[in-house]
Each structure stands twice: as structure tokens, then as C-alpha cells.
């Protein structure tokens, strides 16, 4: 069964622009949940989608927004982007009907670099 | 507020060795734990998931214990390995996995 799959690997933006990243979960999966990672603040959570709902969401501001479609692929969004925004974007997924319970299988991730 | 700490935060081992690798969490009240291994540049690989209401955990030299009540689990890596080396996390989740800031291991031969 092939693996959470992140398009694309690597993306290189300038300040005040936009990005959107993407994320395929593993066959069957619903639920997909986006991590940002950076030196400084370590492993944070942004929000989680499951059957195309938030269904929880980090202490990020609004610039950050994502969505789910149908076929639980999901995308994320970031505008405005600031230097700070640099990081290491992952994706993971899990069944999500045992929610609580369910092992995360996480992506190779998007490394975003904000010049 | 929920916190995870992991100590050491660095590890230097020759190859063979057994390890403990720790991890303290401020709040009792989590679904489950999981240790994740990261190599450099690439995402997380779970290793182990420990439901709440279980104890201990093993995948080949791999062991993991919860002490719930304390708020402690260890990572047990019996004889190892240059393969190893990686940042070893650590995450609970309550709604969210909420991760430390990890052990980078280093085995060399």
C-alpha cells in the first residue's frame, strides 16, 4: 500500500506571496492532519481534516487554512508569507474513525523556504 | 497546558549498546503515545503506539513503556546499530499529537 504522498518536496517563495501545498493519504485513510516543523518551535500542530471537515485546529493565525475533498486528498494555504513561515510542512493520516486511537503515518513533508 | 519533554537531547553511542531513551509528559490525560523516528531532512516513521490503557509495547529491538500516572514512557533499543542513528520523538496525543523536542542518536561503529 503506497505511503502519505507530498507534492511538492521542496518550494522556494519570496515574502507576501501565497502557497498551497498538497497532501495524498494513504488508500482509505480520511482523516489528514498538517504538522509545521522548524528549529526553534519544534513539531506544531496546524489543524485536521476529516470526510472534508476542520476537525481540530492548532494556534496558528488565519493565513493558515487548508481543506479536504472527497477523495480525502487534502491541501493547505498559506498567504501572506513571512520569513518566519520557513519550515518543514508534514502531512499525516490515519483511518480517523477510531480517532483517539489511530497510529499517524506521516509524509516525506514540504520543506518551504520564505526568502 | 500540555508539555513533553525528552531527556537526553543528545546521545553518542558505540555500536552494540543498549539504550533509554526518555520521555516526561505534564498531563496525564492522553488517548495514546507514539515514538517516531526522523532521519535528517525526511518526515516521521512510527515506530511505537501505546494506547493509554496499556503498558508496554515491542517491535523487534524496539520496546516502549507508559507509566501513565507519572507521566513517563522510555524507548528501550536493545544491541544497537549505525542504522539507527536518527531523531527519536516522542508524542501524545489528546486531540492532537502534541511531540517533544526529540534525542538525535548517533551510533557509530
Known amino acids: 500500500k503506497a505511503g502519505v504522498t507530498q507534492t511538492p518536496r521542496y518550494l522556494i517563495k519570496t515574502r507576501g506571496q501565497q502557497v498551497t501545498l498538497s497532501c495524498s493519504p494513504i488508500?482509505?485513510?480520511?482523516?489528514v492532519s498538517w504538522y509545521q516543523q522548524t528549529p526553534g518551535q519544534g513539531l506544531q500542530f496546524l489543524f485536521e481534516?476529516?470526510?472534508?471537515?476542520?476537525?481540530n485546529k492548532g494556534n496558528f493565525p488565519g493565513r493558515f487554512s487548508g481543506r479536504q475533498f472527497s477523495n480525502s486528498r487534502s491541501e493547505m494555504n498559506v498567504s501572506t508569507l513571512e520569513l518566519g513561515d520557513s519550515a518543514l510542512y508534514l502531512c499525516?493520516?490515519?483511518?480517523?474513525?477510531?480517532?483517539?486511537?489511530?497510529?499517524?503515518?506521516f509524509g516525506p513533508g514540504t520543506r518551504l523556504t520564505v526568502l | 497546558k500540555q508539555e513533553v519533554t525528552q531527556i537526553p537531547a543528545a546521545l553518542s553511542v558505540p555500536e552494540g549498546e543498549n539504550l533509554v531513551l526518555n520521555c516526561s509528559f505534564t498531563?496525564?490525560?492522553?488517548?495514546?503515545l507514539q515514538w517516531f523516528r526522523q532521519d535528517p531532512g525526511k518526515g516521521l516513521t512510527s515506530l511505537l503506539l501505546?494506547?493509554?490503557?496499556?503498558r508496554e509495547q515491542t517491535s523487534g529491538r524496539l520496546n516502549a513503556s507508559l507509566d501513565k500516572s507519572s507521566g513517563r514512557s522510555t524507548l528501550y533499543i536493545a544491541a544497537s546499530q549505525p542504522g539507527d542513528s536518527a531523531t527519536y520523538l516522542c508524542?501524545?496525543?489528546?486531540?492532537?499529537?502534541?511531540f517533544g523536542t526529540g534525542t538525535r542518536l548517533q551510533v557509530f561503529p
Open positions: 499525516a493520516s490515519s483511518t480517523g474513525t477510531g480517532f483517539r486511537g489511530d497510529t499517524q503515518y
Open positions: 488508500s482509505g485513510h480520511r482523516s
Open positions: 481534516y476529516f470526510s472534508e471537515t476542520q476537525r
Open positions: 498531563d496525564s490525560a492522553i488517548y495514546n
Open positions: 501505546i494506547q493509554s490503557s496499556q
Open positions: 508524542a501524545v496525543n489528546t486531540d492532537k499529537l502534541i
